[in-house]
Nanobody, 120 residues
Framework: QVQLLESGGGLVQAGGSLRLSCAAH????????VDWYRQGVREGREFVAA???????AYSDSAKGRFTISRDIAKNMTFLQMTNLEPEDTAVYFC??????????????WGQGTQVTVSS
């Protein structure tokens, strides 16, 4: 069974940094794209960053210049390095992957999320 597991969340003061990880486990043939989303307490889920198979990246306006998405393809891991964090960044962060399993089945998966809390 293929699954995504996020880690690295926690409590940090404003101006601090965190590095989130998203690990893909299971019979994975290829990962086409991994996105990071976040959801605050009273907000819908919003896009944060994406990285595609060729290495292309995309960021939300709020993430540009502060967050960096990267991948370790060999380990099926994706990272979100977050710097200069602000209280407004407080949210549950989810990774979402577009991947193909060894059996040829293509699917899009969500992880369970990791909480990031930024204190002022």
């Amino acid at each position: 069974q293929v699954q995504l597991l996020e880690s690295g969340g926690g409590l940090v003061q404003a101006g601090g940094s965190l590095r989130l990880s998203c690990a893909a486990h299971g019979n994975i043939f290829m990962i086409n794209e991994v996105d990071w989303y976040r959801q605050g307490v009273r907000e819908g889920r919003e896009f944060v960053a994406a990285i595609r198979n060729g290495g292309e990246t995309a960021y939300s306006d709020s993430a540009k210049g502060r967050f960096t998405i990267s991948r370790d393809i060999a380990k099926n891991m994706t990272f979100l390095q977050m710097t200069n964090l602000e209280p407004e960044d407080t949210a549950v962060y989810f990774c979402n992957a577009d991947l193909m399993e060894v059996n040829g089945f293509r699917r899009r998966l969500w992880g369970q999320g990791t909480q990031v809390t930024v204190s002022s």
